[in-house]
């Protein structure tokens, strides 16, 4: 995977990438599922430093790819190799107790569930409420994906939520149908509960008008407006399943956030201060002057 251009400008100090994966160099190290979606792609962790080293990214989240479902263990390892990393798992009932406990000690804080879509992964509510009270005990987060047409399907799910939870790339929501639409609606009324976050990633997939994305300003801006401190964003780096031949570049996706955060304070908060407070990182040192 090639690396991205530097960004104009570099992000602030301890700035976080909220979303990536990173695969085996040799399939055969870590196999993937027979029932997997896609194959995976050469991509790498020292690829993945590479472009963080491009973009000028210290931090990263490596989410479990789910070509290797609920088998963490290149997550493991990645997290092993990566001093400023954190993860998110898969986890569903046939995940023990001991295992969870493998996955926090090695820094994982949360666990992802794709609700509808082709990655759609949740087999029932009460799979679902029990695999909740249970990273509840470990103090991590729900990871929630969805499209907007889901995220109104799923919502008596959602609502119930009181553990932290992070509504992946724009909340799926579609900007061709306009802002009142109900998914867009929802997840503003989720965002002005006090546990629920939003990761700004994947505005090139939900863009109607593509590059430079514009028509998704003002739902970052809505979003941003609705909880200012728990907005994160990520690159969703390399770019799975994606609807075009061209992958975008990853230093396009960083200033595409500039745009929509506006202001430097702003961008530091959704780069640095936000997933440094969900995640665990720790502070960032002001520099002296």
Same mark, same amino acid.
């Given at each position: 995977?090639?690396?991205?251009?530097?960004?104009?400008?570099?992000?602030?100090?301890?700035? *976080?990438? *909220?979303?990536?994966?990173?695969?085996?160099?040799?399939? !055969?190290?870590?196999?993937?599922?027979?029932?997997?979606?896609?194959?995976?792609?050469?991509?790498?962790?020292? &690829?993945?430093?590479?472009?963080?080293?491009?973009?000028?990214?210290?931090?990263?989240?490596?989410?479990?790819?789910?070509?290797?479902?609920?088998?963490?263990?290149?997550?493991?390892?990645?997290?092993?190799?990566?001093?400023? *990393?954190?993860?998110?798992?898969?986890?569903?009932?046939? $995940?023990?107790?001991?295992?969870?406990?493998?996955?926090?000690?090695?820094?994982?804080?949360?666990?992802?569930?794709?609700?509808?879509?082709?990655?759609?992964?949740?087999?029932?509510?009460?799979?679902?409420?029990?695999?909740?009270?249970?990273?509840?005990?470990? =103090?991590?987060? +729900?990871?929630?994906?969805?499209?907007?047409?889901?995220? *109104?399907?799923?919502?008596?799910?959602?609502?119930?939520?009181?553990?932290?939870?992070?509504? &992946?790339?724009?909340?799926?929501?579609?900007?061709? !149908? =306009?802002?009142? %639409?109900?998914?867009?609606?929802?997840?503003?009324?989720?965002?002005?509960?006090?546990?629920?976050?939003?990761?700004?990633?994947?505005?090139?997939?939900?863009?109607?008008?593509?590059?430079?994305?514009?028509?998704?300003?003002?739902?970052?801006?809505?979003?941003?407006?609705?909880?200012?401190?728990? $907005?994160?964003?990520?690159?969703?780096?390399?770019?799975?399943?994606?609807?075009?031949?061209?992958?975008?570049?990853? +230093?396009?996706?960083?200033?595409?956030?500039?745009?929509?955060?506006?202001?430097?304070?702003?961008?530091?908060?959704?780069?640095?201060? %936000?997933?440094?407070?969900?995640? =665990?990182?720790?502070?960032?040192?002001?520099?002296?002057?």
């Amino acid at each position: 995977m090639r690396s991205s251009r530097a960004p104009l400008p570099f992000p602030p100090p301890g700035s *976080c990438d *909220c979303q990536v994966h990173a695969f085996a160099a040799d399939l !055969a190290d870590y196999p993937p599922r027979p029932d997997r979606k896609y194959d995976p792609p050469a991509a790498t962790l020292e &690829d993945l430093r590479c472009m963080h080293a491009a973009l000028g990214i210290e931090r990263c989240v490596i989410v479990q790819p789910t070509v290797y479902a609920t088998d963490h263990r290149l997550l493991l390892d990645t997290l092993a190799r990566h001093d400023n *990393c954190r993860g998110v798992a898969i986890v569903d009932d046939t $995940v023990p107790d001991a295992q969870l406990a493998v996955l926090h000690e090695a820094g994982v804080r949360g666990a992802r569930f794709n609700l509808g879509g082709p990655l759609h992964s949740v087999k029932g509510r009460d799979e679902f409420d029990r695999t909740i009270e249970r990273i509840r005990r470990l =103090g991590w987060h +729900a990871k929630v994906s969805a499209s907007g047409e889901s995220l *109104c399907e799923y919502e008596p799910w959602l609502s119930d939520l009181t553990i932290p939870a992070v509504l &992946d790339h724009f909340a799926g929501c579609n900007p061709a !149908a =306009g802002p009142g %639409n109900a998914g867009h609606q929802l997840a503003l009324a989720l965002l002005r509960k006090p546990n629920w976050w939003l990761m700004l990633s994947n505005g090139d997939r939900r863009s109607a008008a593509g590059a430079p994305w514009g028509d998704l300003i003002p739902y970052a801006r809505a979003f941003i407006d609705a909880a200012p401190s728990r $907005v994160i964003w990520g690159t969703d780096w390399p770019h799975l399943l994606y609807h075009s031949d061209t992958l975008p570049d990853d +230093a396009d996706l960083l200033e595409f956030l500039y745009r929509c955060a506006g202001e430097e304070m702003a961008i530091r908060q959704i780069l640095v201060d %936000n997933p440094a407070q969900l995640y =665990g990182f720790a502070d960032v040192t002001e520099e002296t002057p």
